[in-house]
């Protein structure tokens, strides 16, 4: 059975996805949005059970889910955020395949270039003498803001953090003077006292 766009890509970046493992329906691994150190809170490193990221298919569509956060796009919107290069050429691909635009999960190459900031919207023109030709949008840097005049303003209020009452501090304060009465009885026990 030969394997889709998708399924290749997903070939070509398993080996960078930690503890990828390929199910019947769906590629599981770690998490790269909460689980992307490989370990857990406590230090220790994931079990392969543990992995929550998922990329499967419904109607023809690949997805991202991960059960453990919640994140969930569109498989071109993974690759867009963690794989930006591969990005360029599954749109690329899916552009010749004629499969981008509109009512599709994936732009245009020419969406997506305009969207980067590669493409002009400003067509070039080719053959006319340089004096004829229309000149191209240059972008121009943003004019400076002129400074208001000085006037007299109000003082900034910085809000503080809620005070503590005094039983608080002493309460936090008494354990404070146990631990210290703790390790002088300890030490006064070393010596001989």
């Not at 023809?60 to 991960?66: D, E, M, Q, T, V």
């Amino acid at each position: 059975m030969p394997k889709t766009l998708e399924e290749n890509l997903i070939n070509h970046i398993s080996p960078s996805l930690l503890l990828y493992s390929e199910q019947s329906n769906a590629h599981r691994f770690l998490c790269p949005y909460c689980q992307s150190s490989g370990r857990d809170k406590k230090g220790k490193l994931y079990a392969p059970s543990a992995a929550k990221g998922f990329l499967y298919t419904v109607d023809n569509a690949w997805n991202y889910k991960c059960h453990k956060c919640s994140a969930g796009h569109s498989f071109e919107k993974f690759l867009e955020i963690f794989y930006p290069l591969l990005h360029f050429e599954y749109v690329r691909l899916r552009d010749q395949l004629g499969t981008t635009g509109f009512q599709t999960n994936c732009p245009s190459l020419e969406t997506l270039l305009r969207k980067k900031g590669m493409l002009c919207s400003d067509p070039l023109v080719f053959g006319l003498p340089r004096q004829l030709q229309q000149p191209q949008h240059i972008p121009q840097p943003p004019a400076a803001r002129p400074k208001p005049a000085l006037t007299p303003t109000a003082p900034m209020v910085t809000n503080l953090p809620p005070m503590r009452s005094p039983q608080q501090q002493a309460g936090h304060q008494s354990r404070l003077n146990h631990l210290v009465k703790q390790r002088q009885q300890r030490r006064q026990e070393r010596q001989g006292y």
